[in-house]
């Protein structure tokens, strides 16, 4: 049903059900937020989004407010500013006052909401030096609850999209902060280390560790590419430094996966540098020495090379042992004793080869998947 309100002395025509803040965004009104996000259920707790309503006596939170017929609705007069720019300074007078050294500066929403409406940290307040930095154990999430300004997208990434309830709030007031489980450390409260917490935490609170002090954001050159570990086919963005992948951040457009990563995707990139990553296909000794296919184990006392050893090779001349082994086994053992397992981290068409080879190359239908994802 269509709705009629008014914003910024603009008639618009909106939906029954939506918020004022979705209302504006649809009709490309900017209102500043902090604790709302898209995928995640609005909070309203920030009230960075506060906008002024006729007849109301208070500042409405614009992602928690309904709208209704004949709504009036100012986005950015003095009052909403001034009210911004006040909770702004609440927020950082209880933040370290070290963006110069913050791993986020430059992608810091609070940092550049401060910016924006000038706001600077008053005298009052614990300046973020009430817990310690770098607090949890994890091995891939860097915790500075210092820097948290309390806006629970990280309790709500992680029950409304990993569905793994790590995160919640403790005590009230002044005292309330963030914690894991009943104050334990992430793992022991169930935590699998997605990562997703720190995708959707505006600030420094949560950080990557694997890359921590490895660039600043301006640094780094991102590049969009598909995850190689399954076949859901998630998308994210390297982050390259100098011809070198030093991270993954996970990419709002991505149409599979938004800002949603497992482990593996989020953490598992250093096998790419690996100095042990095998970069050439490899063959046993005997193959490459012509030698007969020897019975049992090498004998080390004979001072000879190992014939078991796996030495580098090329592309053509690994793929010619193979065909000819497969051509070996299927002529004298016939087709069936030649089974074919494909790979759940290969492309659809790269399978569909596969499938094509077994059947119809070498003439088997034992043909396979490691896992089915
Ligand atoms: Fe609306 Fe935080 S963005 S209250």
């Given at each position: ?47 960075m ?11 409405q939170a ?28 609440m ?14 500066s ?39 609850m ?7 997208r ?41 990562g ?15 890359n ?5 954001a ?7 590419t ?9 998308n994210?963005?390297?982050l ?34 690996h ?42 001349t690994?793929l010619?042992?193979v065909?000819?082994?497969l ?47």
């Amino acid at each position: 049903m269509a709705i009629n309100i008014t914003i910024n002395g603009k008639q618009i025509e909106a939906q029954a059900g939506q918020t004022v803040l979705q209302a504006a965004q649809q009709n490309g009104i900017e209102i500043p937020t902090l604790c709302y996000h898209k995928d995640l259920s609005p909070s309203g707790n920030c009230r960075m989004c506060v906008v002024e309503v006729k007849g109301l006596r208070f500042l409405q939170a614009a992602c928690v407010a309904p709208i209704y017929e004949g709504m009036e609705i100012q986005t950015r007069n003095d009052k909403v500013v001034a009210d911004r720019k006040m909770t702004l300074e609440m927020m950082l007078a209880n933040h370290p006052q070290d963006c110069i050294t913050c791993e986020v500066s430059g992608e810091c929403e609070l940092q550049d909401l401060a910016y924006e409406y000038k706001a600077q940290a008053p005298y009052w307040g614990s300046k973020g030096t009430r817990y310690p930095v770098n607090s949890d154990p994890n091995p891939f999430i860097r915790v500075d609850m210092n820097r948290c300004i309390l806006c629970r997208r990280c309790v709500s990434a992680c029950a409304e999209i990993q569905v793994r309830n790590v995160w919640g709030v403790a005590h009230r007031g002044f005292d309330e902060q963030i914690v894991a489980g009943a104050g334990i450390n992430m793992l022991e409260a169930r935590c699998e280390s997605c990562g997703q917490c720190v995708a959707y935490c505006p600030t420094g609170a949560l950080s990557n560790k694997m890359n921590y002090g490895a660039a600043r954001a301006h640094q780094v050159k991102r590049v969009t590419t598909t995850c190689s570990y399954c076949g859901v086919g998630c998308n994210f963005d390297l982050l390259v430094k100098k011809d070198k992948v030093i991270g993954v951040a996970s990419n709002a457009n991505a149409s599979v996966n938004g800002l949603a990563l497992c482990v593996k995707g989020r953490y598992g990139y250093d096998y790419i540098h690996h100095p042990e990553r095998l970069t050439a296909p490899k063959v046993r000794r005997y193959l490459v020495d012509g030698t007969v296919k020897p019975k049992g184990h090498h004998d080390v006392t004979t001072g000879q090379p190992n014939p078991w050893d796996w030495v580098e090779s090329d592309w053509d001349t690994a793929l010619s042992f193979v065909a000819k082994k497969l051509k070996n086994t299927r002529d004298t053992f016939g087709p069936d004793t030649i089974g074919v397992l494909t790979s759940a981290k290969c492309t659809n068409e790269e399978n569909y080869v596969m499938n094509k080879l077994a059947r119809q190359v070498i003439g088997t239908n034992n043909i396979d998947h490691c896992a089915r994802l």
